[in-house]
Structure formats: structure tokens, C-alpha cells
């Protein structure tokens, strides 16, 4: 993630691909944006550690409350 941009670019795709799917794992957000793995799971990381978002066990991505109210600010 380079800046701000990217990291809505990525709040955005996982409250896309919930709306679509229910449950979103990082693959979703690869498809959904057409990046690479790699970057997603960098992005990933990044918004984990500023607690926007958290992972369960079986790798499903949920947002925090914050990370909620952000992507959906930047959805509507």
C-alpha cells in the first residue's frame, strides 16, 4: 500500500466482495482489484496492524468498526 489511496482501494474491495459473498478471504480481494497476491497480503498486513481489519481462523477477513465506518464512507 503506497498511501491513503490504496489503503481505501482495499477497504473498499473487501466490503464489495462481503456484499457479493458474505465472507471475504484475501484471494476475493486479488480478484476483485486484479492485483497480485503479494500485494494483497502486504495490504493486508498493513490494515491488520492499524486495526482496521482482523482475520479468523479459517482466514476470513472481518472489519473493525473503524474499518467498517471507513469503507463505507468510501463506498457511498
Request: aromatic share 6%.
Given at each position: 500500500m503506497k498511501?491513503n489511496?490504496?489503503?481505501?482501494?482495499?477497504?473498499e474491495?473487501?466490503?464489495?466482495?462481503?456484499?457479493?459473498k458474505?465472507n471475504?478471504r484475501?484471494?476475493?480481494?486479488?480478484?476483485e482489484?486484479?492485483?497480485?497476491k503479494?500485494?494483497?497480503?502486504?495490504?493486508?498486513?498493513?490494515?491488520?496492524?492499524k486495526?482496521?481489519?482482523t482475520f479468523d481462523?479459517?482466514?476470513?477477513?472481518s472489519?473493525t468498526?473503524?474499518g467498517?465506518?471507513i469503507a463505507?464512507?468510501i463506498?457511498?
Amino acid at each position: 500500500m503506497k498511501n491513503n489511496q490504496s489503503a481505501e482501494d482495499y477497504l473498499e474491495a473487501i466490503l464489495i466482495v462481503q456484499e457479493k459473498k458474505g465472507n471475504v478471504r484475501s484471494i476475493d480481494v486479488v480478484n476483485e482489484l486484479n492485483v497480485s497476491k503479494p500485494s494483497v497480503s502486504v495490504a493486508m498486513k498493513k490494515l491488520r496492524s492499524k486495526e482496521l481489519i482482523t482475520f479468523d481462523d479459517n482466514g476470513y477477513i472481518s472489519f473493525t468498526s473503524e474499518g467498517r465506518s471507513i469503507a463505507e464512507n468510501i463506498y457511498n
